[in-house]
C-alpha cells in the first residue's frame, strides 16, 4: 500500500490493539512493515499485544491497521481486556480438547499391555484432531508468514507437528507392518513400521497450548497494576448544583463542578478543597503511606480516599486530564517502549527461525549420511524444531517491564520508558537540589516577632508577585501585620531576589529584597553587624534574605525550611547503592552544608543560580560521572534534561510529570533509591530472563541435534522455558520499598 509523503507539520501518536501475534517475531515483523510507511515510527509489543506508532496526520487509522492485516493480523483501537479475556478462553478450550485426546495416545504408546490389535488406528483417529485442530492457530499463522516469506514460532511448532502425524500416517499406511506394505509384501519405509510418533504430535501440541495459555493469563497478571491502576477512580459523584446535592455518574462532571466527598468515599476527580478540614489517604495514587491533612485552598487528587471529615471539592481536572488518567498513560507508554537489550532479542530471533530449520534439515541429512536410519533422522530433526523456538526471547523484556513499571506506579514511581532502566545501572553520583527536595519546601519566617515591622510590610509587598518559596513565606508573614502597601514596577532578577516601588501614603520607596550581592549591586552594601546578623542566620541553617529602601540595607530576614524525616535515611540507602549525593543549591554555602550536615552529605555546591544547574551537571559528567539529578520538575527542568537520568520530584504536578526520566509522585525522598533499586531489580530480571532464554536455546539445540532429546519432552521443555521467563518477572510484584518518610 502507499501512503501519502509526510508532511512537515503536526503529528499523531495512536495506540493500536494487535490480534494474531503468536511470538516475537511476528511482532518484529509488524514493527518492521509499519516502520516502512513513510514519516512512521512503530514499536510493536509482543506481550501487550499492542503497537505505538508515531504517524504525521496525513497517515489514516486506516492505513496503520491496512498495513498490519495485510501481514495476516488483525488491529483495531484498544478495547478493554475482553479481547484478552477471549484469547484465554479460546485457548483454555483447546487446551482442554487436546488435553483429552492426547492422554490416551500417550497412555496406548507408553503402556504395552495396554495395546491391542489396531491400537495405532485408534492413536491416529485421536491424534489427528489434536494435530489438525488444537494446533490451527500455529498452522495458520505459519501459512500467513510463508505467504510473505517469512518464518516465525508458529512455523517450527507447525512443520514439528504436522511432520509426525505425516510420518506416522505414511508408516502405518506404507509401513512394513502397514496396511498397504502388508497386502504387497513390501514396505516404503523399510524398518519404521512400528515407529509412529502420534503420541509425540499430539503431546507437542498440548504441551504449547498449556505453555500458550499459562502465558496469556501470566501477561494478564503482569498488567494487573495497570488495570487496578484505572480501576480506582470512582464511578459516581455526588454534586452541589444550586444548593442541591444529587449523584451523577463521574463522567458527568465537569470543570467547575462543586462536589461532596464523605469519610471513606474516593475523590472523583482531581479539585481544590472549598469547604471543610480533614485528611485524604494517597496511598493507592501516590505510595504515601501517611495520609494528607487538607483545608480549604488545598489541592486534592482523584481516587484518593477523604479520611476524617466531610470535604467539598471544586474540580479542576476531569477526564483524561486527571492525574491518575496522565499516570496510566505514562505507565502503559512505558510498557510499550523496547531497552535496548530487547531490540537484540528482536533481531536474534528475527533470524533465529530460519537458521533453526536449515539447522533441522542438516540434522536429518547428517544422522541419514552417518548410517543413524530414516528413524532416528527423523527424530532428531523434530526435536530440534520444537525444541528451538525462541518464543521465551520476546517474553523476556516485555513481561519484566510490564511488572516492573505496574509496581512503581503503585509505589508512585513512574518510569518515562525502557531506556531508563539502562541508565540507572550506571548511576554513580545522584545531584539533589535543596529545597523542595532535600526539604519540605514549605518556607517560613522564622521568629517574626523579632523582625522589624516596617521592613517586613515593604518586604513582602515587592514579593507578593513571586511565586518564589522564600517570596511566598515572607508576603504570608507580611499579610499577619495587616493589608499590604501598593507596588509598582516591581520586578525579579533570577536568582538573586526582587526590585520594587512600595507607596506608603505619599511616599514612595525603592525597595529591594534579596542577596547581600543584589542589594550592593543597588549600592546597598550591609553594614558590619548586618552582615554578621547575616552569618549567624547562616550557621543556623536559614536562609538569609537582606531587606533595604531608599539607599541602605536595613533588615535581615531569616527563612527557614524543614529537613524532610526521610532524608538522612535516604541518603544512607544511596550511598548503600554505590551512589554518591550532592546537594546542589542557589542558597548560601553556610546555610547550604548546615542542612545538609543533618541529611549526611558532605558534597554541597551553594550559590548556583537556575540556570547555571544545568552547567553544575555538566561538568560532574566531564569529571567521568554518571549523573542523576532529583529536582522539583519546574525550576530544574534544564538541569534534569542535562542528567543522565531525570528524577522529578514533583507531587504529582502537571510539570513533574513530565519533566524528568522518572516522576516521583510519592512527594518522599525515600522514593529516590527506591526508584534506582526497582529500575535496577528490573533490568536484573530481564537480563536474568534472557540469559536463561538463550542459555536454554544453546543448551537444547545441540541435545536435540545429537538424538539426545525425544521431541515430546522437547515439548514439553519449549513450553516451561516460557512459563519459567514470565514467572520470574512475576516476581517483580513483591518488590518492596526500602525508605519510608
Known amino acids: 500500500m502507499t501512503t501519502a509523503a509526510a508532511p512537515a507539520g503536526r503529528r499523531s501518536t495512536t495506540e493500536l490493539a494487535i490480534t494474531g501475534m503468536t511470538c516475537a517475531s511476528c511482532a518484529m515483523r509488524i514493527e518492521k512493515k509499519l516502520n516502512r510507511l513513510e514519516g512512521v515510527t512503530a514499536t510493536v509489543n509482543y506481550a501487550t499485544a499492542g503497537a505505538r506508532v508515531s504517524h504525521p496526520e ?56 495396554w495395546q491391542f490389535p489396531a491400537w495405532q488406528w485408534v492413536s491416529l483417529v485421536l491424534a489427528a484432531p489434536v494435530v489438525l485442530l488444537g494446533s490451527w492457530p500455529f498452522h495458520r499463522a505459519a501459512a500467513v508468514n510463508l505467504r510473505h516469506a517469512a518464518a516465525t514460532m508458529d512455523t517450527l511448532i507447525s512443520l ?18 502397514g496396511m498397504i506394505g502388508m497386502r504387497h509384501g513390501f514396505s516404503l519405509a523399510p524398518g519404521a513400521g512400528d515407529a509412529i510418533y502420534l503420541e509425540t504430535a499430539a503431546a507437542v501440541t498440548t504441551f504449547v497450548l498449556a505453555g500458550r495459555w499459562a502465558e496469556a493469563r501470566a501477561k494478564r497478571r503482569a498488567g494487573a497494576a495497570l488495570r487496578a491502576l484505572l480501576d480506582l477512580g470512582a464511578k459516581d459523584v455526588a454534586v452541589l448544583r444550586d444548593g442541591v446535592e444529587g449523584r451523577i455518574p463521574v463522567e458527568a462532571l465537569a470543570v467547575g463542578d462543586e462536589f461532596v466527598v464523605r469519610p471513606g468515599e474516593r475523590v472523583a476527580t482531581d479539585g481544590v478543597v472549598v469547604d471543610g478540614i480533614g485528611a485524604v489517604d494517597a496511598s493507592t495514587v501516590t505510595g504515601e503511606s501517611v495520609p494528607v491533612e487538607v483545608s480549604p485552598g488545598d489541592e486534592v487528587v482523584g481516587a484518593t480516599v477523604a479520611v476524617g471529615s466531610r470535604l467539598v471539592v471544586r474540580a479542576t481536572r476531569v477526564g483524561a486530564d486527571t492525574q491518575l488518567a496522565r499516570i496510566a498513560r505514562r505507565v502503559a507508554q512505558a510498557q510499550n517502549g523496547k531497552a535496548q537489550v530487547q531490540r537484540l532479542a528482536d533481531r536474534v530471533s528475527a533470524v533465529f527461525v530460519p537458521v533453526v530449520v536449515v539447522i533441522a534439515a542438516a540434522t536429518f541429512a547428517g544422522w541419514l549420511a552417518f548410517g543413524g536410519g530414516l528413524t532416528a533422522a527423523f527424530t532428531a530433526a523434530v526435536a530440534v524444531l520444537v525444541i528451538a523456538c525462541p518464543c521465551a526471547l520476546g517474553l523476556a523484556t516485555p513481561t519484566a517491564l510490564m511488572v516492573g513499571t505496574g509496581r512503581g506506579a503503585q509505589l508512585g514511581i513512574l518510569l518515562r520508558g525502557p531506556e531508563v532502566l539502562e541508565s540507572t545501572r550506571r548511576v554513580d553520583t545522584v545531584v539533589l537540589d535543596k529545597t523542595g527536595t532535600l526539604t519540605t519546601g514549605v518556607m517560613r519566617l522564622a521568629h517574626p516577632e523579632r523582625v522589624d515591622r516596617t521592613a517586613l510590610r515593604l518586604a513582602g509587598a515587592v514579593e507578593d508577585g513571586s511565586s518564589h518559596p522564600l517570596a511566598r513565606a515572607i508576603t504570608e508573614a507580611a499579610r499577619t501585620t495587616g493589608l499590604l502597601p501598593t507596588v509598582t514596577g516591581a520586578g525579579s532578577v533570577d536568582g538573586l531576589g526582587v526590585v520594587g516601588t512600595v507607596h506608603v501614603g505619599e511616599t514612595a520607596h525603592e525597595v529591594v529584597v534579596g542577596r547581600p550581592r543584589l542589594l550592593a549591586e543597588h549600592g546597598m552594601p550591609l553594614s558590619p553587624a548586618l552582615a554578621a546578623h547575616v552569618e549567624a542566620v547562616r550557621a543556623g541553617g536559614a536562609t538569609a534574605v537582606v531587606v533595604g529602601w531608599d539607599g541602605a540595607a536595613r533588615e535581615v530576614l531569616p527563612v527557614t525550611d524543614t529537613l524532610r524525616d526521610s532524608a538522612p535515611a535516604a541518603v544512607a540507602a544511596l550511598r548503600e547503592l554505590g551512589v554518591h549525593p550532592v546537594v546542589l543549591t542557589g542558597d548560601h554555602p553556610t546555610a547550604a552544608r548546615a542542612v545538609a550536615a543533618r541529611a549526611g552529605i558532605d558534597d554541597v555546591r551553594a550559590e548556583v543560580l537556575p540556570e547555571q544547574k544545568a552547567d553544575a551537571v555538566a561538568e560532574l559528567q566531564r569529571q567521568g560521572h554518571v549523573v542523576a539529578m532529583v529536582g522539583d520538575g519546574v525550576n530544574d ?38 526508584a534506582l533499586r526497582l529500575a535496577r531489580r528490573t533490568l536484573g530480571t530481564i537480563r536474568g530472563n534472557l540469559f536463561w532464554a538463550f542459555a536454554y536455546n544453546v543448551a537444547a539445540l545441540p541435545l536435540a541435534a545429537f538424538g539426545l532429546l525425544n521431541p515430546m519432552i522437547a515439548g514439553a521443555a519449549m513450553a516451561f522455558s516460557s512459563v519459567f521467563v514470565v514467572t520470574n518477572s512475576l516476581r517483580l510484584r513483591r518488590f518492596t520499598p526500602g525508605v519510608r518518610g
Not at 69 to 74: D, R, S, T, V
Not at 92 to 98: G, I, P, V, Y
Not at 641 to 667: H, N, P, S
Open 637 to 674: 527542568a534544564a538541569a534534569l534534561a542535562q542528567a543522565d537520568l531525570g528524577l522529578a520530584m514533583g507531587a504529582g504536578t502537571d510539570a513533574a510529570i513530565e519533566a524528568g526520566d522518572v516522576t516521583l509522585v510519592r512527594d518522599d525522598l525515600g522514593a529516590v533509591p527506591d
Open 160 to 177: 514439528g507437528t504436522l511432520a509426525a502425524l505425516a510420518w506416522s500416517v505414511w508408516a502405518l499406511v506404507f509401513g512394513d507392518a
Open 58 to 113: 496525513s497517515v489514516a487509522l486506516a492505513d496503520l491497521v491496512g498495513t498490519v492485516e495485510h501481514l495476516g493480523y488483525g488491529a483495531s483501537l484498544p478495547a478493554g481486556d475482553e479481547e484478552a479475556d477471549d484469547e484465554a478462553g479460546l485457548l483454555r478450550t483447546r487446551l482442554l480438547m487436546s488435553l483429552v485426546l492426547t492422554v490416551p495416545v500417550i497412555a496406548l504408546a507408553m503402556v504395552p499391555a
